[in-house]
Every structure is written in structure tokens, then in C-alpha cells.
């Protein structure tokens, strides 16, 4: 089947650490996508890359590092100087960027103790 | 960005038809309109999107105001599992540069009674 694969689901970190989210799709998609969500609230985009070894800032980058080494794979790298981390974070993926669907995978939750 | 704003809550009952409205009063001419839909704790689905004339597929109906500034979602008969967080968002060309950025706001909470 194709789709977005999101591992963990739950994901526990203590204060202070580096922890590195995964995102991979098998629908031959160019542009992927990096969302965060808090309670109540819509998403935010964190990171996107259009194109393999290329990838920009959205809203809310500070805190946060990713790599784009292969089509199928976008990994997002929450770091010690994200101040807030606990989150449900999304990542999507779609044919090319511009005004396309965009296919989301079913999240990654991160607690922060 | 072109903001949408949209009402914080509806309630609707199975099988019946469901209207959920969305004002973007600041739209630009290259704006798309693109709903999504989210429920508890899964990643959002998108549902439809449009540009100037309404729009139909599986899921839903997309109307769109002649003036572009609202448009409505159209869910012909509403089930159970249409219950969700709905998002009406536009998709901004800023400078001749587009990569599909989604600005969510805080959507519409659709309630669905059995």
C-alpha cells in the first residue's frame, strides 16, 4: 500500500535531548512536509523540501533541523533549543509543491519530561 | 498570508446535509481554496479544493461565491465518521514562488448526532 509512515507514534524524551522523528513515503512524492500541532490548535509548518537535498524554513524553524538525502525519506530533528517541544507533529507529502493535496502521515506525539 | 475565518462550531444529524462556511474577504486572484479534515489525533485528509467555479468529487461539494470572498463546504449527507475538525485554508502564490504551505486555522468542530 502506498502512503506516509510515521515512526514512533508515542515518543518520550527527557529535557535536554535530541530526539529525531521519522517520516518516509512510497508514493513518489517530491515535496514533503514538516507540521507541528498543539491542543486546540491548527497546524504549523516547521520545515519543507521540494526537491532531494534541498529543503526551507516555514513558520516555526527555530529548534528544529532536518535532512532530505532521499526522495522517500524526510527526517525532522527536534533539538535542545526547541523550548516547547511537546507536540503532535505531522508530516506530509505531495506530488509537487505548489497547489496540490497534500498527504499527511498519522503523526508523531512527542512528550518532553 | 490570506486569512480564513470560519465559525468555531456546528452540529449537524446523520444523513442530513451539512454546510460549513468559510470567509477569506482578503482572497488574491491565484488563491486556491483547499479544505481539509482532521479527526482526533490522525494526521488531516484533505477533502476538496477550488479555484473560481464549484467543485464535486466522492467526499463533498466545494461552493464558491462569484466575488471569490467565502465559499461553503457541502457534505450531502452527513455519517458518523464525517465528524471531525474541518479547515478551510488557502494556498498562497507569494512572489512567483508557490510550494503548497498550508496555513491552518482553528477550523470548525462538525458534531454529528446518530
Known amino acids: 500500500d502506498g502512503g506516509i509512515t510515521q515512526s514512533p507514534k508515542y515518543l518520550f524524551r527527557k529535557e535536554g535531548q535530541n530526539v529525531t522523528l521519522s517520516c518516509e513515503q512510497n508514493?513518489?512524492?517530491?515535496?514533503m512536509y514538516w507540521y507541528r500541532q498543539d491542543p486546540g490548535q491548527g497546524l504549523r509548518l516547521i520545515y519543507y523540501?521540494?526537491?532531494?537535498?534541498?529543503?526551507q524554513k516555514g513558520d516555526i524553524a527555530e529548534g528544529y533541523s532536518v535532512s532530505r538525502e532521499k526522495k522517500e525519506s524526510f527526517p525532522l530533528t527536534v533539538t535542545s533549543a526547541q523550548k516547547n517541544p511537546t507536540a503532535f507533529y505531522l508530516c506530509?507529502?505531495?506530488?509537487?509543491?505548489?497547489?496540490?493535496?497534500?498527504?499527511f502521515g498519522p503523526g508523531t506525539r512527542l512528550t518532553v519530561l | 498570508d490570506a486569512k480564513t475565518t470560519q465559525p468555531n462550531s456546528m452540529e449537524s444529524n446523520e444523513e442530513e446535509p451539512v454546510h460549513l462556511p468559510c470567509n477569506h474577504s482578503?482572497?488574491?486572484?491565484?488563491?486556491?481554496i483547499h479544505w481539509y479534515r482532521q479527526l482526533p489525533s490522525q494526521g488531516p485528509e484533505y477533502v476538496i479544493h477550488?479555484?473560481?467555479s464549484n467543485v464535486n468529487n466522492r467526499m463533498a461539494s466545494l461552493a464558491i461565491a462569484e466575488d471569490r470572498k467565502s465559499s461553503t463546504l457541502i457534505l450531502h449527507r452527513a455519517t458518523l465518521r464525517d465528524a471531525a475538525v474541518y479547515y478551510c485554508?488557502?494556498?498562497?502564490?507569494?512572489?512567483?514562488?508557490?510550494?503548497?504551505?498550508?496555513?491552518f486555522g482553528q477550523g470548525t468542530i462538525l458534531t454529528v448526532h446518530p
Open positions: 506530509a507529502s505531495s506530488p509537487t509543491s505548489g497547489n496540490n493535496e497534500q498527504f
Open positions: 508514493l513518489n512524492h517530491d515535496a
Open positions: 523540501s521540494q526537491i532531494v537535498n534541498d529543503f
Open positions: 482578503t482572497i488574491s486572484g491565484t488563491d486556491y
Open positions: 477550488g479555484l473560481t
Open positions: 485554508i488557502l494556498t498562497t502564490n507569494a512572489g512567483g514562488t508557490s510550494y503548497g504551505k498550508l496555513t
